[in-house]
Structure formats: structure tokens, C-alpha cells
């Protein structure tokens, strides 16, 4: 069945730092791919998406790129902030497998001042 | 900007009391689901609808029902609540296109004592 693979975490990071969190797939059909960031006590919140090959979604410098070769959607930042410490989800939907969408075990993020 | 709003943030209630968590989404989505967010196990899918009146098993049903009498509200019920349900609740919706997106809302966080 699909399933999303990401990086063990947790992250931490020192403010300014390059972030890269790795997320991989395996789908039946053509899926959709999404990150979610879920702050402390909050739900999950959409971050960006792509439905395409080839196809970079990006939000609040906040970027990744539909990777179809590699079936591969890597979450990157190039200057994290403090604020963006939180649990990162990468997820994908896929249409061929039913109307469910398959979510990453998360990856958290700790950002150091 | 899209809305799932969860009735309860906290809720505190006895074993063997029966719990009933209400959502209501306002984007006039076909499909609504419910997950369990654990430390350690990610989200797993408890139940979901494609419509009114329709109910389709997650991964773990047991212990649980739904209710969907209106497009806009998907209610989980537990029927006697025990302590390993104690947990984050989360509800979702989404359109029944091919390239959707699924909206969270805040959670609920549910304490059986």
C-alpha cells in the first residue's frame, strides 16, 4: 500500500540554520504531496503542497519540490527561526487508494536562540 | 480561509462515561475524518465519511462510533470511555476532488481519569 517515510527526528537547530527534512514515498497512482507543521497544542496546519511532477510548493520560506525520480518531497528553510520549532508531517493523497490521505510518523524541529 | 472547528479543547471525563466529540466544518466538504494523535505513533485514522449517513472503519474503530446526520458535522462517540483513550482527537475534512487538500482543526484534548 502508499505509504510516506520521513527522518527520524528530533531536529534541533541553532536560529539562521539550514533546514532539510527529508520525506520519501511509495504510491499506487499519482498522488498529491503536502507538508502540515503542527505547533504545540494545535491542530495541523497545511505549510504547502504540490500535485505534480516537477512542481515546488512553498510558504513562509518554506520550501519542497515534487520529485517524481526519486519519489522523493524534501521540506527545506534556508534561515530558520526560533517560531518554526514545531512537528513537521509530510503527507500525500492518492486517488487510485482511496479517498484517505497517508501522513509521515512527523519530524520535530527544536530551534535554539 | 477554510474552517474545522472541534467543540471541546479539553475535556476531562470519567471511565465508563459516555463522550461525544462534534465537529463542524464550513467549506461544505464531502468527506470528514477523525484521528487519534499519540506521542510516538503519529495520527491513525479512526473513521472517516464520504457523506451524509455514510461511515467507513479506520485503522482503530474499536472502541469507537461515528455519527453523520449533516454534511457540515461529523460527531465521534465513545460509548464508554476507558483510560487508553485518553488522547489528542483530531478532525479533518476534505473535497472529494482527485487533487484535494484535508483542513484540521485545533483538537481535543480528551483525559479519562
Known amino acids: 500500500g502508499d505509504s510516506v517515510t520521513q527522518m527520524e527526528g528530533p531536529v534541533t537547530l541553532s536560529e539562521e540554520a539550514f533546514l532539510t527534512i527529508n520525506c520519501t514515498y511509495t504510491a499506487t497512482g499519482y498522488p498529491s504531496l503536502f507538508w502540515y507543521v503542527q505547533y504545540p497544542g494545535e491542530g495541523l496546519q497545511l505549510l504547502l503542497k504540490a500535485t505534480k511532477a516537477d512542481d515546488k510548493g512553498s510558504n513562509k520560506g518554506f520550501e519542497a519540490t515534487y520529485r517524481k525520480e526519486t519519489t522523493s518531497f524534501h521540506l527545506e528553510k534556508g534561515s530558520v527561526q526560533v517560531s518554526d520549532s514545531a512537528v513537521y508531517f509530510c503527507a500525500l493523497y492518492d486517488w487510485s487508494y482511496g479517498q484517505n490521505f497517508v501522513f509521515g510518523p512527523g519530524t520535530r524541529l527544536s530551534v535554539l536562540p | 480561509d477554510v474552517k474545522v472547528t472541534q467543540s471541546s479543547r479539553y475535556l476531562v471525563k470519567r471511565t465508563g462515561e459516555k463522550v461525544f466529540l462534534e465537529c463542524v466544518q464550513d467549506?461544505?466538504?464531502?468527506?470528514m475524518f477523525w484521528y487519534r494523535q499519540d506521542p510516538g505513533l503519529g495520527l491513525r485514522l479512526i473513521y472517516f465519511?464520504?457523506?451524509?449517513?455514510?461511515?467507513e472503519k479506520g485503522d482503530i474503530p474499536e472502541g469507537y462510533s461515528v455519527s453523520r446526520e449533516k454534511k457540515e458535522r461529523f460527531s465521534l462517540i465513545l460509548e464508554s470511555a476507558s483510560t487508553n483513550q485518553t488522547s489528542m482527537y483530531l478532525c479533518a475534512s476534505s473535497s472529494g476532488t482527485a487533487r484535494n487538500t484535508i483542513y484540521f482543526g485545533e483538537g481535543s484534548w480528551l483525559t479519562v481519569v
Open positions: 465519511s464520504y457523506d451524509v449517513k455514510m461511515k
Open positions: 467549506m461544505d466538504h464531502e468527506n
